[in-house]
């Protein structure tokens, strides 16, 4: 059964970088049949798409967050990334990671439902 | 970008009920044969898991009290005979656009 679990620092202070990996066990990040995607929950808020990457490099990324975003995919260690820069307080979140499974009609397919979700992070942006 | 409205905000009901929780897409996610609309169930403290997919297919293990319908615009979960463990947050997500988008989410309450 797939796995996916964030890691990376609790912490980060503003205006500066935001850093995550995901370690996917399991099953290949390599695979055609998914995307890998990031989501994040500000406390006691909703969700919010960040953006997803294929294993080629192809990705997605939320319009609002594009200028300070960077997702990232590294095979060798079945492992994506996420960057964000420049952060504040309004970055402050729980941040998933999910597999985001493509769904297909006759002519194309494209990233759909996010499952399985990693546990989550929490990152804290402060001084 | 596409808003999905999710009512009502908070449903109060008793286990046992039925319960019918809605979401409005602000245009239509679906295309001939395929409604591009999935929902989450989140406890709190843990990640969301992902209940129906396609409007009405049924994610894995996921129990037949569990069931969605919709189209276009306008979708619902229905869960048919409420246990315990179900009253938690619920959130709809569109994929009928690369801007993926989620509702604003349903606190399922005890009565």
């Known amino acids: 059964q797939m796995q996916l679990q964030e890691s990376g620092p609790g912490l980060a202070k503003p205006s500066e970088t935001l850093s995550l990996a995901c370690t996917v066990s399991g099953g290949s990040i390599r695979s055609t049949s998914y995307y890998w995607g990031w989501i994040r929950q500000p406390p006691g808020k909703g969700l919010e798409w960040i953006g997803s990457i294929f294993y080629s490099g192809n990705t997605y990324y939320s319009p609002s967050l594009k200028s300070r975003l960077t997702i990232s995919v590294d095979t060798s260690k079945n492992q994506f990334s996420l960057t964000l820069s420049s952060v504040t307080a309004a970055d402050t979140a729980v941040y998933y990671c999910a597999r985001h499974m493509l769904h297909c009609s006759t002519t194309s397919c494209s990233p759909g439902w996010f499952d399985p979700w990693g546990q989550g992070t929490l990152v804290t942006v402060s001084s | 970008e596409i808003v999905l409205t999710q009512s009502p905000g908070t449903l109060s009901l008793s286990p046992g009920e039925r319960a019918t929780l809605s979401c409005r897409a602000s245009?239509?996610?679906?295309?001939?044969?395929?409604?591009?609309l999935a929902w989450y169930q989140q406890k709190p403290g843990q990640a969301p898991r992902l209940l129906i997919f396609?409007?009405?297919n049924r994610a894995t293990d996921i129990p037949d009290r569990f069931s969605g319908s919709g189209s276009g615009t306008d979708f619902t979960l229905t869960i048919s005979r409420l246990e315990p463990e179900d009253f938690v947050m619920y959130y709809c997500?569109?994929?009928?656009?690369?801007?993926?988008?989620f509702g604003q989410g349903t606190k399922l309450e005890i009565k």
């Open positions: 396609g409007a009405s």
């Open positions: 997500q569109q994929y009928g656009s690369s801007l993926y988008t």
């Open positions: 245009q239509s996610v679906s295309t001939i044969g395929s409604n591009h």
